[in-house]
């Protein structure tokens, strides 16, 4: 009769199995850390980007007066900047300060091919990339959550993206929040500091009225009074145009970039890295002739607007200059 119940207990499930209570290791002795027995996570110092620059690192702008002063980098400290090649993406999470170089120097050996690219659209000269930030939505976060409202109300990363004529990005920040200005942005990168400088005597950004006239940095005439300056700005638009297209290529390759796919619903912090990671893909993707699917998502531009101090007279004659060979 003990069998027949034994039997029923064990159809109906009624018996359990003992539990079996065993000792537990202790993750955070030292012993296991030393032994390296637990990965303890790093903090790196220096994105690798294969065949572009990156400056995503923390400067200080405390001490600016530029009225985006007070907003500090979403990720400081932990990204700086440097040249690498396709072979070391597979490095991608290994980093290694190199701030002594500098965007000129790192680049010099392809101004003229860019210049060459840019000059074949519609003729305008020594232009060593066009220059451009566009906003990556994310949802609203937990720390200094106003200084990441943009001009429309949305909470988002700027980023700033320097292209050449075929697309490929060259310079990449991605560490400030949305509600700083573009031209903050370029100031206080390792670009604009070497650019203003003198680092290139031969060559130009292009931009939109979004940043200041600079000897290095050439903008649209704000109203163009004479048949030569209408003719610079239409020959200057289609030229930077070449950045609007390479952003919607990039957001249309990646949709999770695209406020067509919604928010990122993650900290600014790994927004940071998710935005870099998309642009090395999207310069292999350029390198490697990947096609698109769909054609490029054109995101709804977000205001810009700012009053700079008068261009000083090597910025206007620059320009001049430029327009009299046009």
């Given at each position: 009769?003990?069998?027949?119940?034994?039997?029923?207990?064990?159809?109906?499930?009624?018996?359990?199995?003992?539990?079996?209570?065993?000792?537990?290791?202790?993750?955070?002795?030292?012993?296991?850390?030393?032994?390296?027995?637990?990965?303890?996570?790093?903090?790196?110092?220096?994105?690798?980007?294969?065949?572009?620059?990156?400056?995503?690192?923390a400067r200080d702008s405390t001490h600016q007066s530029h009225p985006s002063a007070h907003l500090a980098p979403v990720h400081p400290g932990i990204f700086g900047h440097r040249d690498i090649s396709t072979r070391d993406w597979r490095h991608m999470r290994h980093f290694t300060a190199d701030t002594k170089q500098n965007y000129a120097g790192r680049q010099h050996h392809q101004q003229p091919d860019i210049k060459q690219g840019f000059h074949a659209i519609l003729g305008f000269p020594n232009i060593i990339g066009a220059i451009d930030c566009t906003h990556i939505i994310i949802?609203?976060?937990?720390?200094?959550?106003?200084?990441?409202?943009?001009?429309?109300?949305?909470?988002?990363?700027?980023?700033?993206?320097?292209?050449?004529?075929?697309?490929?990005?060259?310079?990449?920040?991605?560490?400030?929040?949305?509600?700083?200005?573009?031209?903050?942005?370029?100031?206080?990168?390792?670009?604009?500091?070497?650019?203003?400088?003198?680092?290139?005597?031969?060559?130009?950004?292009?931009?939109?009225?979004?940043?200041?006239?600079?000897?290095?940095?050439?903008?649209?005439?704000?109203?163009?009074?004479?048949?030569?300056?209408?003719?610079?700005?239409?020959?200057?638009?289609?030229?930077?145009?070449?950045?609007?297209?390479?952003?919607?290529?990039?957001?249309?390759?990646?949709?999770?970039?695209?406020?067509?796919?919604?928010?990122?619903?993650?900290?600014?912090?790994?927004?940071?890295?998710?935005?870099?990671?998309?642009?090395?893909?999207?310069?292999?993707?350029?390198?490697?002739?990947?096609?698109?699917?769909?054609?490029?998502?054109?995101?709804?531009?977000?205001?810009?607007?700012?009053?700079?101090?008068?261009?000083?007279?090597?910025?206007?004659?620059?320009?001049?200059?430029?327009?009299?060979?046009?």
């Open positions: 009769m003990a069998y027949l119940a034994l039997l029923e207990d064990l159809e109906n499930r009624a018996l359990r199995r003992e539990r079996i209570f065993k000792e537990r290791a202790d993750l955070l002795s030292e012993s296991r850390v030393a032994s390296k027995q637990i990965p303890i996570p790093q903090k790196h110092t220096d994105g690798v980007m294969p065949g572009f620059t990156t400056d995503v690192g949802k609203a976060p937990s720390h200094n959550e106003f200084s990441y409202v943009n001009r429309k109300g949305l909470h988002s990363i700027n980023t700033h993206i320097i292209c050449n004529a075929n697309m490929s990005l060259l310079n990449v920040v991605g560490r400030w929040p949305g509600g700083t200005h573009d031209s903050f942005i370029l100031q206080n990168s390792s670009v604009g500091v070497h650019l203003q400088a003198g680092a290139v005597e031969d060559g130009w950004l292009i931009g939109d009225r979004g940043y200041p006239l600079k000897p290095w940095l050439m903008t649209p005439v704000a109203n163009p009074r004479t048949p030569q300056e209408q003719h610079y700005n239409r020959v200057h638009a289609r030229s930077r145009s070449v950045v609007e297209r390479a952003i919607g290529l990039l957001k249309g390759r990646w949709l999770c970039l695209s406020s067509a796919g919604g928010a990122l619903q993650y900290k600014p912090e790994k927004v940071c890295h998710i935005i870099l990671a998309c642009c090395v893909l999207h310069n292999l993707a350029i390198r490697h002739g990947v096609p698109l699917q769909e054609p490029p998502r054109a995101d709804e531009p977000i205001p810009n607007a700012e009053h700079f101090p008068l261009p000083n007279a090597a910025a206007n004659q620059t320009r001049e200059r430029i327009i009299q060979r046009l």
